[in-house]
């Protein structure tokens, strides 16, 4: 089956406090992104790449890193994270037929 | 810029009725349009796209939408509403020349739907 993983779900964490968001894609895409989500403001764009080791910014990247060594992994990086990055995040690959997105990792950050 | 609006945070519909969310867009160009649908604690589905062609689109779920290019509007729409469908509905746009292949969003749409 054709899926976008995310891990974890849930994250709860402290300010200040390194972690990492994982992604994996099975379907070959060469394009894949990262979104928040955020009531009132619908989804924004963090981060994007469009193959190996090609990433760029989106609209919301401050705070935020990612990664692309290899095709199907594209995790997101918080190096130290404050409240105001507390959301629901979505990673997606695009390919010919459309956009498929992971099922969200809520994070909250106290 | 390109932008989509929704203009309705939410709404409501009796079981059985016809429904309508609002979308309009800006964008430069023949824009690639989406309809997503996200229920409580799950991710975002797919729901329907209008790339070219016909202006109305049909989807999953019984669900479908009009393209206007002249209201620039792509406003989705179910003939019978079900308790079922009550969730947030998000409209997206890909600009064709949008470097990344970027969607932007609208702000959600929150549809309650009451028996």
């Known amino acids: 089956e054709a899926q976008v993983t995310q891990n974890p779900r849930y994250l709860i964490t402290v300010t200040g406090k390194k972690l990492t968001v994982t992604c994996s894609q099975n379907m070959n895409h060469e394009y894949m992104s990262w979104y928040r989500q955020d009531p009132g403001l619908g989804l924004r764009q963090i981060y994007y790449s469009m193959n190996v080791e090609v990433t760029d910014k989106g609209d919301v990247p401050e705070g935020y890193k990612v990664s692309r060594k290899e095709k199907r992994n594209f995790p997101l990086i918080l190096e130290s994270p404050s409240p105001n990055q507390t959301s629901l995040y979505f990673c997606?690959?695009?390919?010919?037929?459309?956009?498929?997105f992971g099922s969200g990792t809520r994070l909250t950050v106290v | 810029a390109q932008s989509v609006a929704q203009p309705e945070d939410q709404v409501n519909v009796a079981e059985g009725n016809p429904l309508t969310v609002k979308c309009t867009y800006s964008?430069?160009?023949?824009?690639?349009l989406f309809w997503y649908v996200q229920y409580p604690n799950r991710g975002l589905q797919f729901l329907l796209k209008y790339i070219t062609g016909d202006n109305l689109v049909k989807g999953s779920y019984g669900f479908e939408a009009e393209f206007n290019k002249s209201q620039t509007s792509f406003h989705l729409k179910k003939p019978s509403a079900l308790v079922s469908d009550s969730a947030l509905y998000f409209c997206a746009v890909r600009g064709l020349y949008n470097q990344g292949g970027k969607l932007i969003f609208g702000q959600g749409t929150e549809l309650s739907v009451k028996p």
């Open positions: 997606a690959s695009q390919g010919e037929l459309g956009y498929t």
């Open positions: 964008v430069s160009g023949n824009p690639y």
